[in-house]
């Protein structure tokens, strides 16, 4: 989570700060309108291509407010108009931010654009009233500041709601948010005009263009449900294996039956668990989600005996987690034609029936490890024996771990009551 809000926005940031308060800013002045240029229409056109309408107005917002203060302070930011547009601009930028981040995404239609451009008119029109010579005459300003104290407050309130959005979403651009309103600051605080202004709007666009290509990087290398990375991330780390590793595919014990009895919000809840116990699997390795109720966990410079231990203790963990169904009626009965894809076969007349909660809710994993070996080379290989390692748990009864081509440990079966295994 860290890394997050260290990169890319506090780097960004960090860096701009350097640079423009050292003595080689005056020999990159020349380029900043540049880099100026290049940010914005970049930034513009990643936000056209990846359909974020809330980017895409944010770096609006961000240049029409630098237009804005560059056009009514007229190099007099102390007073009068000055003083007002900078006021303004420190008002208006946290809450378009914070608006545009609770509207819906709708991407780049006309209903979904169509309110965010009436909101920019309705405050440009705001903005050329108030900053009338005849109407900003008796702005105040404190000595040796250019903005009051409540703005500032202001800029810290903003930045409290992005990281709650953060806490509830997980994605970078939350914190692509909170540093763009750090570059925003010191620019209208310091130098709200001059070429120090233009590299930090210019550095303030960046980290917003960074965290949409970082969002969409998350997205397609995560699974968006559980946050943990998905197939794409696993098939590149494929890629990139030594020798000795150990693969692990990790199945949900009638899942689809439960999906089907308790609705798959409830279904949602139980994938969510799951693989929130999976990040946190012990020997070093890595989880990921492949599909459905499938997941698969890495294990680098490690055997597939000793990954064992690791992937039962996983086992225990996620047997002895519970969760309770809150709000979610009970159906009856499944839908025809779905079942668990690695049903073992059965005799004739038994039901694996999911009975109601008493305490609580309960899953169960199968899970089916394999490695390198002279049969199996090529980790499409060490997958396809990590798989019938799994089709082999749940023939032998599910809720258990199994090694490829060894003989299999069977793991002592729990007495704990009071919650449904599934």
Same mark, same amino acid.
């Given at each position: 989570m ?12 960090a $860096?701009?700060?350097?640079m423009?308060?050292s ?7 020349p ?5 100026? #240029? ?9 936000s056209?291509?990846f *359909?974020? %309408? ?8 961000l240049?029409?407010?630098h237009r ?6 007229a190099?007099q930011?102390?007073?009068?108009p000055?003083r /007002? ?8 930028? =946290? ?6 981040a609770f509207?819906?995404?709708?991407g780049l239609i006309?209903? &979904?654009i &169509? ?7 309705l405050?440009? $029109?705001? #903005?050329?009233?108030?900053c009338?010579p005849e *109407?900003?005459?008796?702005v105040?300003h ?5 903005? =009051?104290?409540?703005v ?6 903003a ?7 953060f #806490?509830?979403?997980?994605?970078? /651009? ?5 540093? !763009? ?30 965290s949409?290509?970082?969002t969409?990087? /998350? ?8 946050g943990?990375?998905?197939r794409?991330a696993?098939?590149?780390a494929?890629?990139s294996?030594?020798? @000795?590793?150990?693969?692990a ?21 139980v994938? !969510?668990?799951v693989?929130?116990?999976?990040s ?7 989880a990921?989600? !492949? ?12 055997s597939?005996k ?5 992937l039962d203790?996983?086992? @225990?963990?996620? @047997? *002895?987690?519970?969760?309770r #169904?809150?709000g979610?009626?009970?159906r009856?009965? &499944?839908?025809?034609?779905e ?12 039901r694996?029936?999911?009975?109601p ?5 309960s ?9 390198p ?8 290989? $060490? ?10 748990a749940k ?18 079966? %729990?007495?704990?009551s ?5």
């Amino acid at each position: 989570m860290w890394k997050a809000w260290l990169f890319p926005g506090g780097l960004l940031l960090a $860096v701009s700060v350097v640079m423009v308060s050292s003595s080689v800013f005056t020999l990159l002045a020349p380029s900043v309108g540049f880099y100026y #240029v290049a940010v914005f229409a970049a930034g513009l056109l990643l936000s056209w291509r990846f *359909n974020s %309408s809330r980017i895409l107005f944010s770096l609006l917002v961000l240049l029409l407010a630098h237009r804005a203060v560059e056009f009514f302070s007229a190099g007099q930011i102390r007073s009068g108009p000055g003083r /007002m547009v900078v006021a303004l601009a420190a008002i208006l930028i =946290p809450l378009n931010y914070i608006a545009f981040a609770f509207l819906r995404e709708r991407g780049l239609i006309i209903a &979904g654009i &169509g309110p965010r451009f009436g909101l920019l008119f309705l405050e440009a $029109v705001v #903005v050329a009233v108030l900053c009338r010579p005849e *109407n900003s005459r008796s702005v105040a300003h404190a000595p040796g500041a250019t903005l =009051p104290l409540w703005v500032f407050v202001g800029f810290i309130g903003a930045a409290g709601v992005f990281i709650w959005r953060f #806490v509830q979403t997980r994605k970078p /651009m939350e914190p692509g948010f909170v540093w !763009c309103l750090a570059a925003v600051f010191p620019w209208l605080e310091f130098g709200p005009v001059g070429k120090t202004a233009d590299a930090y709007v210019a550095t303030a666009g960046l980290i917003l263009t960074a965290s949409l290509i970082e969002t969409s990087y /998350m997205l397609a290398y995560h699974d968006e449900l559980t946050g943990i990375r998905g197939r794409r991330a696993f098939n590149d780390a494929l890629l990139s294996l030594d020798q @000795q590793y150990a693969i692990a595919i990790v199945d949900i014990d009638h899942f689809k039956k439960f999906n089907d009895t308790y609705g798959h919000d409830t279904g949602d809840q139980v994938l !969510c668990l799951v693989a929130s116990r999976l990040s946190e699997v012990k020997g070093g390795g890595q989880a990921f989600r !492949c599909g459905g109720e499938e997941f698969a966990i890495l294990f680098r410079n490690t055997s597939a005996k000793e990954a064992f231990e690791h992937l039962d203790a996983l086992r @225990q963990t996620i @047997q *002895n987690s519970t969760f309770r #169904v809150r709000g979610v009626e009970r159906r009856s009965g &499944g839908r025809a034609g779905e079942s668990d894809r690695r049903k073992p076969l059965r005799k004739k007349g038994s039901r694996a029936a999911v009975a109601p909660p008493a305490t609580g809710l309960s899953v169960t994993v199968s899970i089916g490890v394999a490695e390198p070996s002279t049969r199996n080379r090529q980790p499409e290989q $060490v997958i396809n024996a990590a798989d019938q390692a799994l089709y082999l748990a749940k023939s032998n009864g599910r809720n258990r771990v199994e090694l490829a081509s060894t003989t299999p440990t069977r793991p002592p079966k %729990s007495k704990r009551s009071g919650a449904v295994r599934l």
